[in-house]
Nanobody, 114 residues
Framework: VQLVESGGGLVQPGGSLRLSCAAS????????MRWFRQPPGKERELVAA????????NYADSVKGRFTISRDNAENTVYLQMNSLKPEDTAVYYC????????WGQGTQVTVSS
């Protein structure tokens, strides 16, 4: 089982990034997909979640209206489009596949700073 995140980096406040998470080794289309983040010195928190069919999406209040989660079941990939980034969005972002089992990626660093 592998979840490989990519797309992180350094961006200025107000900028955008698109994270990707490529999945393999399990039946991607049977799992709810989620993005978590862990800011420096803080606990990991749920950012966004998307249902198996992609028709239900939930977001943390702190990112509503700025972040969009999506998935491509044909490509076994989940995305997180992040717009209007703020310094407080700085964190390691993790991809998670959840249902019967719980799989995690290794994380990708997002730093929002001028």
């Amino acid at each position: 089982v592998q979840l490989v995140e990519s797309g992180g980096g350094l961006v200025q406040p107000g900028g955008s990034l698109r994270l990707s998470c490529a999945a393999s080794g399990f039946t991607f289309s049977k799992y709810v997909m989620r993005w978590f983040r862990q800011p420096p010195g803080k606990e990991r928190e749920l950012v966004a979640a998307i249902s198996i069919a992609g028709d239900i999406r939930n977001y943390a209040d702190s990112v509503k209206g700025r972040f969009t989660i999506s998935r491509d079941n044909a490509e076994n990939t989940v995305y997180l489009q992040m717009n209007s980034l703020k310094p407080e969005d700085t964190a390691v972002y993790y991809c998670n596949a959840w249902l019967v089992d719980n799989y995690w990626g290794q994380g990708t660093q997002v730093t929002v700073s001028s």
